[in-house]
């Protein structure tokens, strides 16, 4: 292998190339389950999004001259359920906010105070507003990070006033965290206030109490399955619903999302991996071709080993011993450069990628396995040349 560096280098060239590719690929594939799971886990996967209408019920119940509707009421019901860790009322809208000559439009949330606990809604500055301001209507707001940045640059928001609408609200606190949230919104650009102060000020629905959409939490631990049974009987029995109509509600079930994305990124790393293993058989291939031609030309070397006492076994485990070292070898630098790969996506600052020890470990044990698999045909091949004709050979 030392007498032949090139031929050896070349060799080991697949191997690296293979190696790399399914270190990093296995690495890509993990970091994306990780990333996902980090998502819904901020989005949270045990949460129910009750909605007016079902599948047919809102054509059959306008043609009756009912609208599915879901109130303040109905979320006080399901509060209840023993089921359930908590559910709230929720009414959103588009508005246009102002302080100063500053201006942006942004969706409004009006919530109750059970909903901050729900969604793992967490105050920076301030705090939440309560019951008591929910029932008195008191025109509060609590607002996203970057909401505080956009509108009172370098300064305490707290105590400050925004008018939503023409309508001035006061600051009382500042939501901790960013990030994307179920409604597609970004955390940090929330405007949150109490639910009866957006219906008395902002939002006007068809009937007083009518809400958008409940939110509700399933008990940790406790069968979502059955938190659903009961959400269904509960809103059944108080719009009146008989037992041949359909639904006037819709539930959605953020468990089963998570499962479907959890089995897609789960998938997609298969897939990646796939990949890299693609790539290191093709490394594998080349490393038996190589193999072959170093038959041919040790020909002469193998007769005069057996000539000598070698018998064919020891010249199958030197050429396969050979193919193993020079798969562990590449495996070696392939693992160096997946790494450095690794660290410079991760630099990037756009998406993190660890190389963990799971990878190493299936990568190593990988390349050992086509040292031996791509190594047995050449190896067994010489240990089955004759001396006499090795000796011959020119």
């Known amino acids: 292998m030392l007498a032949n560096r090139l031929r050896t280098l070349l060799t080991m060239l697949g191997i690296i190339i293979g190696i790399t590719s399914v270190v990093l690929l296995l690495a890509v594939g993990d970091s994306m389950k990780r990333f996902i799971a980090k998502e819904l886990e901020q989005l949270g996967t045990n949460m129910l999004f009750i909605s007016p209408g079902g599948d047919r019920a809102q054509q059959q119940r306008m043609r009756s001259g009912a609208q599915p509707a879901m109130t303040i009421a109905d979320a006080a019901a399901l509060n209840e359920l023993p089921s359930l860790a908590g559910a709230a009322p929720v009414l959103q809208g588009g508005f246009n906010l102002s302080v100063g000559n500053e201006n942006a439009s942004k969706t409004v949330h009006g919530v109750t105070p059970a909903m901050f606990k729900i969604r793992g809604w967490k105050v920076d500055k301030g705090s939440a507003f309560s019951d008591a301001d929910v029932r008195a209507a008191s025109r509060m707001v609590v607002i996203g990070r970057k909401i505080a940045d956009q509108f009172f640059y370098k300064q305490d928001p707290l105590g400050k006033y925004i008018r939503i609408e023409n309508v001035s609200f006061q600051v009382v606190g500042v939501l901790y965290g960013e990030g994307k949230q179920v409604d597609g919104g970004d955390l940090s650009e929330y405007v ?59 539930i959605d079930n953020l468990a089963s999302f998570a499962e479907t994305a959890q089995k897609i990124s789960a998938g997609l790393a298969a897939l990646l991996g796939l990949i890299g293993a693609i790539s290191l058989i093709v490394g594998g291939i080349g490393i038996m071709n190589i193999m072959l031609v170093s038959v041919t030309e040790r020909t002469r ?94």
């Open 192 to 250: 949150i206030v109490p639910i009866t102060a957006a219906s008395a000020n902002l939002i006007k629905t068809a009937f007083p109490g009518n809400v958008h959409y409940v939110v509700a939490q399933g008990k940790s631990g406790g069968n979502l399955q059955d938190a659903i049974m009961d959400i269904g009987e509960t809103l059944r029995d108080r719009h009146h619903i008989k037992i041949d109509q359909p639904d006037d509600f819709r």
């Open 301 to 394: 070397e193998i007769g005069i080993r057996m000539a000598i006492g070698a018998k064919p076994r020891d010249v199958l485990l030197q050429f396969l011993t050979e193919a193993v070292v020079i798969c562990l070898v590449g495996g070696i630098f392939g693992i160096m450069l997946a790494t450095l790969a690794a660290t410079g996506i991760t630099a990037t600052g756009k998406f993190d990628v660890f190389i963990t020890l799971q990878a190493v470990v299936v990568a190593c044990g990988f390349s050992s396995l086509v040292g031996v698999f791509f190594g047995f045909y050449p190896a067994r091949r010489a240990s089955k040349l004759l001396p006499v004709d090795c000796l011959r050979y020119e």
